[in-house]
């Protein structure tokens, strides 16, 4: 049973940083390719980022592009976000993902954490 569990997320005021982890169990880790999604207060959840099996290749949302990097630590069996000149607007529960299949670079992923709490003050 794949479990993820997030964690960095907190209080922090715009222009601040923040590194996201999502430490990974019950899975062969680098076999699986991981994302980053989030959820603001009503609104859908829009993916943020991914990450390959290897950690080749990355793919980012337009909106984080220049600000926030994943990578990840096949080692630890973790994935990073890490989140650069926070806005309010990136106000959101940020969630983990995992995926073994090719559809995770269209952002389809089957595995799910429970998110993380990051708050921007203006």
């Known amino acids: 049973q794949v479990q993820l569990v997030e964690s960095g997320g907190g209080l922090v005021q715009a222009g601040d940083s923040l590194r996201l982890s999502c430490a990974a169990s019950?899975?062969?880790?680098?076999?699986?390719?991981m994302g980053w999604f989030r959820q603001a207060p009503g609104k859908e959840r829009e993916f943020v980022a991914s990450i390959s099996w290897t950690g080749v290749r990355t793919y980012y949302a337009d909106f984080v592009k220049g600000r926030f990097t994943i990578f990840r630590d096949n080692a630890k069996n973790t994935v990073y976000l890490r989140m650069n000149s926070l806005q309010p607007e990136d106000t959101a529960v940020y969630y983990c993902?995992?995926?073994?299949?090719?559809?995770?670079?269209?952002?389809?992923?089957?595995?799910w954490g429970q998110g993380t709490q990051v708050t921007v003050s203006s």
């Open positions: 019950g899975l062969t880790f680098s076999s699986y390719a």
């Open positions: 993902a995992a995926e073994d299949g090719a559809a995770w670079a269209r952002g389809d992923f089957r595995s």
